[in-house]
């Protein structure tokens, strides 16, 4: 559980985070969490249906290829989903703020955070 927190503790320090949590994507159950501006329980339970449709849509095309992380933009924030290499039952959700964020530096540091990730 402690490389669980380190990595949401990681993930918050990004700037422009407002919330993190790491899902299983099978139950939809939040392994950890980390920043209160959103219902991250409820997030974790959408999102992982988010992670269904879009696995869904590759089998159904037929496509030889895996989810390298799901980008949701909305007006005000940034969602990212990055599905765990080492279990892609697993993902990462983290919230960013738009105005404060570099989207590109933040998708960096998730994938090393992932990288590190061991549950």
Known sequence: MANIEKALTQLLEIN???AACIVDSSSGMVLGKL???IDLDMAAAVNTEVVSA???AIQE???DDEIDDILITLNKQYHIICPLKSNTDLFIYLVLSKSIANLALARLKVNSVEAD???
Do not use: C, Q
């Open 16 to 18: 422009g985070a407002v």
């Open 117 to 119: 990730l061991t549950i």
């Open 35 to 37: 920043g209160d501006s």
């Open 54 to 56: 879009k696995k869904r």
């Open 61 to 63: 095309l037929k496509l």
